[in-house]
């Protein structure tokens, strides 16, 4: 038994709610996340190479993908937070009532874009 | 307290130290990506930013090696297979960070 782990059943075989929803994007953008995370590696790493080469960055931040790769990756992280605070009150007990699940669910949803907007906006105005 | 107990100890403690930390890189995030190389390489360099970044690379590699690594654990069959892949994850989310934090000690001099 130890080693004959169940697996899980492949998703298309469960009715969409919010729960599946959020728990499935939770996984993708974990994912992402990670190789988001390697690339601001490589980000760091290109500071060795000196002013002149960074000028490359600089330039790929200025294009569409570059914009969108940063609001992507504000609203990738901000999502994740959201999902793992929600999933830290489960730790402790609370919000396992399908009603309070599918509102947190929501708010997971809807915060998330709230707070990019918010973030990006702290940008903007400052 | 068996091996997947701990596991999800380690994940809980993690993804809460995370949580603040990611907020923080966000903030910092929107306000410099698009800043010239020295105000960059500065932000990266001095102190409190350099320390923070350094936790935030090591927690965010370490949630994920354990988070990925149960994602493996549901989706695939194979034992072999799960096994490379559990390896190759653990090995990079220790290769990656510690070169960061190499590079960065290196930019700091």
């Known amino acids: 038994m130890k080693d004959k782990n169940p697996l899980s059943p492949h998703i298309q075989i469960y009715n969409w709610h919010?729960?599946?929803?959020?728990?499935?994007?939770?996984?993708?953008?974990?994912?992402?996340?990670?190789i988001i995370i390697t690339l601001i590696c490589f980000w760091v790493s290109l500071l060795l190479l000196g002013s002149s080469n960074y000028e490359l960055v600089q330039n790929f931040f200025e294009t569409f993908i570059g914009k969108f790769f940063i609001v992507g990756t504000v609203w990738s992280f901000s999502f994740q937070a959201l999902c793992e605070i929600r999933h830290l009150f489960w730790d402790l007990g609370y919000g396992f009532e399908l009603k309070?699940?599918?509102?947190?669910?929501?708010?997971?949803?809807?915060?998330?874009?709230?707070?990019?907007?918010?973030?990006?906006?702290k940008n903007i105005i400052l | 307290m068996i091996g997947a107990t701990k596991k999800w100890i380690f994940l809980k403690v993690s993804s809460a130290i995370l949580v603040p930390l990611i907020l923080w890189f966000l903030l910092n995030l929107v306000s410099f990506y698009d800043k010239s190389y020295e105000e960059v390489l500065l932000f990266f360099t001095s102190q409190p930013s350099k320390f923070i970044f350094s936790l935030f690379i090591i927690f965010a590699y370490f949630y994920s090696?354990?988070?990925?690594?149960?994602?493996?654990?549901?989706?695939?069959?194979?034992?072999?297979?799960?096994?490379?892949?559990?390896?190759?994850?653990?090995?990079?989310?220790?290769?990656?960070?510690?070169?960061?934090?190499?590079?960065?000690?290196?930019?700091?001099?």
């Open chain 2, 65 to 109: 090696a354990l988070s990925i690594s149960e994602v493996f654990e549901d989706y695939i069959e194979n034992e072999k297979l799960k096994n490379v892949a559990n390896k190759l994850l653990y090995l990079s989310a220790i290769i990656i960070p510690v070169l960061t934090l190499f590079l960065l000690f290196r930019l700091s001099l």
């Open chain 1, 100 to 121: 309070t699940s599918n509102i947190t669910g929501l708010a997971v949803i809807f915060g998330s874009f709230i707070f990019t907007i918010l973030i990006l906006g």
């Open chain 1, 18 to 34: 919010i729960s599946s929803l959020i728990s499935i994007s939770h996984r993708i953008t974990g994912i992402i996340n990670i």
